[in-house]
């Protein structure tokens, strides 16, 4: 008698790994760099200083990624400790301590990467690249990186107005002239660093391939509203590393990458091919910063038949396309290609009928519920996971105001996971997992009042 073999739960793209070894390849090339005198950038995850540094010939690594690739490879632990015996807290930023700890244990080597380090690791940084958004350990994450490596830090700055402040007449234009002087200021820093002087047909080339990389991304995304659902959070995740990590100049490569991730998740849909080996019981997004270190949980959870059709960190904008062909200064080009208003954002994401009533609320209010939860709407989702960060004050502050608003307006239930992103001690899969179980029978009966009260799913 024959043994039933039981298939996998998650369906992964094919796609999907070649995008993903990308990542290991970038410190790969990081480590090459440096043993050829180049300079190496260790760089936040920000935006803005990616496309100009690859345009310049610097390659740059990510210590906020490479914190990841640690926990998914239950490597981070040595690393959080050895940040808490040189001071730092551990509710500090899961990122920042495992760096933190990575840069500790390097001096402690003369400069020379960590044996243990996971995919050949990060080199010793010439420069390094912080960021004022989102939360405030990040730039004095950088700063504190100056009692280990003697390198200069430049932090970018970029405007971050609330909601109501950005649809006030003239907060657009003087945002994006803030974001034209800081980063002409940055691109002299780097000319005199360097001792060379910005190709800015480099950075048009680089600029413009980091938008296509992201309206593939959108166009992907879109094709994940289908029913069964193609694409997994899983995959999303494995993939957007790099997108948005990009270590060196030309990015024909995620490009073509994408191109070929969108014809496959395009072919599913065709299809009818889910991302789940299992029927699509339930469609969930996921709400919070990935817990990197305990990933299989979702697979138990696919296994379960929840197919986690969005998320809410990392996913790309609906692109915009702007004529720029009176515009001669390349930087003012650079920026108007990429900071749009929440204005023209929210007439294309609306549409003419509903956007005045956004703003109407967003004015009245400071906030939109619309605009929040708008996701959960278009993917028609049957439940929420929200993952509540001990470490991420900026990830997880406002989940309990969503959760309120999401079941209110659209009847959507939600489940708490507390754990963190690099910290496996805070999250225990066992525990989550039975209170996944309990949660099916409320998302069950919200599917019942949701088709009462006439909703479309």
Known sequence: MTQEVKTRPLNRLKSMYALRAEVDKMYQVGGEAKAKGRPVAWVMLEGWANPILNAMDVITVYPENYSSLCAAQKLAGPFLERAETEGYPTHLCGYARACVGYSARMVELDGQIPPEAPAGGMPRPNLLISSAE????????FQSLGRYFDAPVWTLESPSPNARESLTPGTYERNTQFLINEIRQ???FLEKLLGKKMEWDKLDFTSDGTNEINRLRWEINQLRKARPCPMHTRDFWSVMSAALYRGAADPTVIV??????????????????A???RPEKYRMSFEGLAPWHSLSFLDDLADRGWNFVCESAYSPGRPVVIDLSKVSDPIERYVRKRYRSLASAIEIEFGPEEAP???EEIMREGTSYRLRLKHIRDYQCDGVVLHVLLSCRAASSGL??????LLDVYKVPSLIIEG???DTSLFNPVESLKKA????DTMDHYKKVRKNLGFEW
């Open 437 to 440: 179980e309990a949660f099916e």
């Open 134 to 141: 989102v939360c405030d350990a990040r730039f004095k994450w």
């Open 186 to 188: 940055f691109v002299v």
């Open 420 to 422: 963190d992103i690099i």
């Open 256 to 273: 073509d990458g994408n191109q070929k991730m969108y014809d496959e998740v395009k072919y599913r849909v065709d299809h009818g091919i």
């Open 357 to 359: 009533k956004v703003k």
């Open 275 to 277: 991302a789940i080996n």
């Open 400 to 405: 309990s105001l969503f959760s309120d608003q």
